[in-house]
């Protein structure tokens, strides 16, 4: 794909992230940030079998006013591997930031896919530490895509190694598929996606992150802070599961469609993705919270 990648895409990138990793429940965390230090933070948590890259053209266009943090959450990207995973893990490495990087205070996590499940998480299980959290397409009462695509062997398998790079770029295929992105977007992450072994080339992530429990829809009634739902107009989350999680989430959490995007907004439609997040920004920096409706149940 030669598509030239527009002015933005390509300012965006070329916004060298300081990088880090610290040590999580005696797992190195690779993480890295954007903007001043002393600045309210937000930390961006990626989908399953994803990597921290897939923020790299987000990151540096959400408000130049926070500290941005994406993380490699355990078994995924650069960070370290584990014997096992689970949500309540990866929910604790996005938390372990706070002090890792000095934040100046809780942040809001915004987490995209199996990503939106571990910010519900952290939210849920360390509710004096998330100041809020946006989940972008993420269906509470379903598994992900990627987890069904493991168990169903159509994906995720024992992971092959490529004898080149094109070899290994050929086989990127996001999960699940969508017929719309932008390619030097798709480019960009599919090159992340992959590392050097010995042999030649293969994927940075463990098969076997999807052998973790779905997250009960129950876990957004325990949920306290601010929270904002985005899905996308072809995604994974419906309208009636959006409606579901608006009640779960007692009537207050706005749920917001992106039109035309495909589960992976970051791939089709990125802009659209930074303008909501940032009208979400500007308005909890402004606004009181609505307390939560008396809910039956």
Sequence with gaps: MNEQPPA????????????????VDGCRISYRAWGPTDAPAIVLVHGGAAHSGWWDHIAPLIDNTYRVLALDLSGHGDSGRREEYSVSQWAREAVAL????????????????????????????????????????????????????????????????????????????????????????????????????????????DPRIFDNRPLPAETLRTVRCRVAVFRAEHGLLTADIGDHMYEMLGRVAPVIEIPLAGHHVMLDQPLPLVTGIRTLLADWQHSLPRTRAALPG
């Design 98 to 205: 706070t002090a890792a990087a000095d934040l100046a205070g809780p942040p809001i996590m915004v987490g995209h896919s199996m990503g939106g499940r571990v910010v519900v998480t952290a939210a849920a299980e360390h509710p004096d530490d998330v100041a809020g959290i946006i989940v972008i397409d993420t269906p509470i009462r379903d598994i992900e895509p990627e987890a069904r695509a493991a168990r169903e062997r159509t994906a995720f398998g024992p992971l092959r190694v490529y004898p080149s790079v094109d070899e290994a770029l050929s086989h990127f295929r996001p999960v699940p598929e969508q017929k719309h992105y932008l390619p030097y977007v798709f480019d960009h992450i599919a090159l992340a996606s992959i590392g050097a072994v010995g042999g030649g080339w293969t994927w940075k992530f």
């Design 8 to 23: 933005w895409f390509q300012a965006a990138i070329d916004t060298e992230p300081e990088s880090y990793s610290t040590d």
